[in-house]
């Protein structure tokens, strides 16, 4: 079989870090997490109450990573040498990085790594503008979507079990506003690319949804 780029893009919350690393297990390959790169960002700006101007001054203070970590069994994100896994998912974060993404400069030093990451193939990555930005001729391409009230739901679940206790509408809100901001940013916005294959999940399972996907790409092994 021949090795294929996955290229997962759509909206906050539908699960696309959930079924790329479902994926990439499933086929020995590699996953890239892009989404979690701009929150490193977006966190590393904060910490640092960057402007924006400081911020680019400093990208090459940034280094991220992703390890594989044996004691949890999971694609783990590291800043700069620490594990920042937890830290870039809480709501603060949340609330700062559409508008980190709109800067073109990190866009485009953000998405020069990630077209390293993945030049030799054999790789899952997912974002907002895999399949149109980063790897425009991705073998396959999967734009996935869901109701927004879901997706809201599905994020303040998540949250909870991690002991976060932002509130529903907190969560909603938020997301609402990073669609809006991805749908409308200039630089590189949130669109299905022409031949990507939709997945809207808003009515079915995890176990669906995946080995809907795999079949995808072993169609195109």
Not at 42 to 50: C, K, R
Not at 121 to 146: H, S, Y
């Amino acid at each position: 079989m021949k090795k294929i780029t996955i290229a997962i893009d759509g909206f906050s919350s539908t699960g696309k870090s959930t079924m790329a690393k479902e994926l990439a297990k499933a086929l020995n390959y590699s996953y890239v997490d892009t989404g979690a790169m701009y929150r490193s960002v977006a966190m590393y700006a904060m910490q640092n109450n960057y402007s924006k101007d400081e911020l680019i001054a400093h990208l090459d203070d940034i280094k991220i990573h992703f390890e594989f970590l044996e004691s949890t069994q999971a694609n783990t994100t590291f800043l700069n040498g620490k594990n920042v896994e937890n830290e870039i998912r809480g709501i603060e974060v949340s609330n700062k990085v559409s508008e980190v993404a709109t800067i073109s400069e990190i866009r485009k030093e953000l998405v020069r790594q990630q077209k390293e990451m993945g030049k030799n193939k054999g790789v899952v990555m997912d974002g907002r503008d895999i399949g149109t930005v980063v790897f425009p001729n991705a073998e396959l391409k999967i734009f996935m979507t869901a109701d927004p009230e879901i997706r809201a739901k599905r994020r303040h679940d998540e949250l909870a079990a991690k002991g976060d206790n932002t509130s529903f509408e907190a969560v909603y809100d938020n997301l609402q506003k990073r669609d809006t901001e991805d749908r409308n940013r200039l630089d590189s916005p949130l669109l299905e690319a022409e031949d990507a294959l939709i997945l809207d999940n808003t009515s079915i399972s995890r176990e669906e949804q995946f080995d809907m996907a795999l079949k995808w790409a072993k169609e195109r092994m």
